[in-house]
C-alpha cells in the first residue's frame, strides 16, 4: 500500500476507509499536497474546492458508499458552488446554477467534488491546447499535450492529483486523453448516463463518462452514473445495475474482433507493433482473437465533423452576449450579438461554428448534413454487422502516442485525424473503453474495446481481465 493515499484508486480508498475511517483526513491532504506540488507543472485544474469546506463535506458523506472520497469534474459539467467555464473565456464568470444529474448521483453516493478540470474550449479539440485559460501537460512528459479535450480531467487522474474523474465524450474525449495519459475511459451507450447539466456540444453524441485508474473503478462508478433521468429525453439506463458483480469472470471463449481499418498506414508501426502483444493477451485468456472489417471507418472523421459542427453550430446559438456572462460594449442590438461573439469565443469553436452553419445552410443541407447522416447510418451498421459474429472489437485509441505541444495547432486537419479510430462509436451510440496497453519511448498507449449498445458489462469484464494479464 503506497504511503500517499491520493495514489490509491477509488474502491483502494474505499477499503481503506472501511476498515480505518480516520484516514479519511489524510487522504484529503494528501490530495491537497500533491496538488500543491504538480499542479504548476500539470496545470490540470480550473478550479479547486475551498480545503475547509470540502473536509467537511467529506465528513457528511463518510457513510455513504463513495465514503466522502472526491472526484474530479470536467468544466463543462453544472457543479453547484464552482463555475462551469467550458475553457471559454464567453463563460470565465458563469457561476453553476444547479447540479447535474451526474453530480447529483455521486454526492447522493457520498462523493463530492474536488474541483474542475481544464478542457478544450466547449470540448472542441484533441489537446487541450483550445482552453483559453492554459495548457494542460501530459503528466508523463510535460513537453507533451494530454490529449483533449477531457485534458484536464485524464492529466489529474495520472499525476494522482485525483482519484478519478468525469470526462465528456462526443467524439472521443473521455478515450482520447485516458490513452494519452495511461488511464483508463469509457464512453458509455448513448443514453445510459444522463446528459443533463452537461453542455450540449453535439447533442446526438454527447456522453459523460468516467476516467480511472483501474477498470474496477470505472465499474464501480458507473453503478451511480448510469441511472434513469426524466431531465433529459434521449435516457436510455433501465434502473440501477451493478456492474462490478462478475467483472472477475474472465472471457473465455468470447470473440474479439480485431477491425483491419484501424491497422492500416496511418498507425504508427510500433503501436502496430505493440498490438501483436494485444492480440497474445486476449489469446492467453482463452478469447477467440479474428481480423474483422468495417468498410466505412473511412468516412468516420469527415461525417463525424459535419455531424458534430452542425450540431454545436446550433447549440452555440445560445451564446448571444444577452444570456449568459460575456457582453460586449456596444449601441445595436445587432453588434451586441456579433461582437460578444467574436469576442467570446476561441479561433477552434469559431471554425466549427462557421462550418456548422454552412453545412446546415439552405441548399448545402443535402449535400453535406444529410448526406453524413447516411453515412453515420452505414458506419452504424458495419458495427451491428460485426456484432453478429464476435462480442467485442479491439483497436488502438489513437494512432501514435501523445503528440508535443504546439505540434498540430497550425493545422486542424492534422488534429481532427488523430481522432481516426475513436469518433466511429460515438456516430453508432455504442459503447468503448480506452484502457493502458502499454508503452512507447516510455509514452502510454491506450487499446480501446469497444462492444454492442448496452454491452458495458462484457466491456469491463474484457478490460478488467486485459489490465491483469497483459504484460508490456
Ligand atoms: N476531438 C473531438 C472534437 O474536437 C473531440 C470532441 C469531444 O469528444 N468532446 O470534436
Redesign the pocket.
Known amino acids: 500500500m503506497p504511503i500517499k493515499l491520493n495514489e490509491l484508486t477509488l474502491h483502494e480508498s474505499i477499503d481503506l476507509l472501511k476498515k480505518e475511517p480516520g484516514k479519511r483526513e489524510k487522504l484529503l491532504n494528501d490530495l491537497f499536497n500533491e496538488i500543491d506540488d504538480r499542479e504548476s507543472d500539470v496545470q490540470a485544474y480550473l478550479e479547486l474546492a475551498e480545503p475547509e469546506e470540502l473536509r467537511e463535506e467529506s465528513k457528511r458523506l463518510e457513510n455513504l458508499p463513495l465514503k466522502g472520497i472526491p472526484g474530479t469534474v470536467k468544466d463543462n459539467i453544472q457543479t453547484l458552488g464552482f463555475k462551469t467555464t467550458c475553457g471559454s473565456s464567453f463563460l470565465q464568470d458563469y457561476d453553476s446554477v444547479y447540479d447535474a444529474t451526474v453530480i447529483k448521483s455521486l454526492k447522493e453516493a457520498g462523493s463530492p467534488v474536488l474541483g474542475k478540470a481544464n478542457m ?1 474550449e466547449f ?4 489537446s487541450t491546447e483550445n482552453s483559453f485559460f492554459q495548457t494542460t501537460k501530459n503528466p508523463h512528459d510535460l513537453s507533451r499535450v494530454p490529449g ?3 485534458g484536464g480531467s485524464a492529466a489529474a487522474v495520472a499525476a494522482d492529483e485525483a482519484i478519478y474523474a468525469l470526462g ?7 478515450r ?1 486523453p485516458a490513452g494519452f495519459c495511461g488511464v483508463v475511459g469509457l464512453k458509455p451507450t448513448y443514453g445510459l448516463v444522463s446528459r443533463y447539466g452537461l453542455t450540449a ?1 453535439a447533442s446526438s ?2 456522453q459523460i463518462g468516467p476516467i480511472t485508474k483501474d477498470v474496477y473503478d470505472t465499474a464501480l462508478l458507473l453503478n451511480f452514473l448510469a441511472t434513469y433521468d426524466e431531465m433529459d429525453s434521449t435516457s436510455a439506463a433501465e434502473g440501477r445495475k451493478d456492474y462490478t458483480e462478475g467483472i472477475d469472470r474472465g472471457i473465455e471463449g468470447l470473440k474479439v474482433g480485431f477491425p483491419k481499418e484501424y491497422f492500416g498506414e496511418e498507425l504508427d508501426p510500433r503501436i502496430q507493433e505493440k498490438a501483436k502483444k494485444w492480440r497474445g493477451t486476449f489469446q492467453d485468456l482463452g478469447a477467440e482473437v479474428r481480423e474483422i472489417s468495417l468498410p466505412h471507418t473511412e468516412y468516420a472523421i469527415a461525417t ?2 459535419i455531424i ?1 459542427s452542425s450540431e454545436a453550430s446550433a447549440n452555440l446559438a445560445r451564446f448571444d452576449g444577452v444570456r449568459y456572462t460575456s457582453r460586449a460594449n456596444t449601441k445595436s442590438i445587432e453588434e451586441l450579438f456579433s461582437k460578444s461573439r467574436d469576442e467570446g469565443f476561441g479561433p ?1 469553436v469559431k471554425r ?1 461554428i462557421l462550418l456548422g452553419t454552412y453545412a446546415l445552410s439552405a441548399g448545402y443541407y443535402d449535400e453535406y448534413y444529410g448526406k453524413a447522416q447516411k453515412v453515420r447510418r452505414l458506419i452504424k451498421q458495419d458495427f451491428d454487422r460485426a456484432f453478429e459474429d464476435i462480442d467485442l472489437i479491439a483497436a488502438p485509441t489513437s494512432p501514435t502516442p501523445a503528440f508535443k505541444i504546439g505540434e498540430k495547432m497550425d493545422d486542424p486537419l492534422k ?2 485525424l ?2 481516426i479510430f475513436i ?1 466511429t462509436v ?1 456516430l453508432a451510440g455504442i459503447p468503448a473503453m480506452s484502457v493502458p496497453a502499454g508503452q512507447v519511448d516510455g509514452l502510454p498507449i491506450g487499446m480501446q474495446i469497444m462492444g454492442s449498445s448496452l454491452s458495458e458489462k462484457k466491456i469491463l469484464r474484457a478490460g478488467h481481465s486485459f489490465e491483469r494479464t497483459f504484460e508490456d
Open positions: 478544450d470540448a472542441m479539440g484533441s483533449g479535450s477531457s465528456s465524450d462526443t467524439g472521443g474525449s473521455v482520447h456540444f453524441l454527447d463525424y465533423y458534430a477552434e466549427r488534429m481532427y488523430s481522432d469518433v460515438n
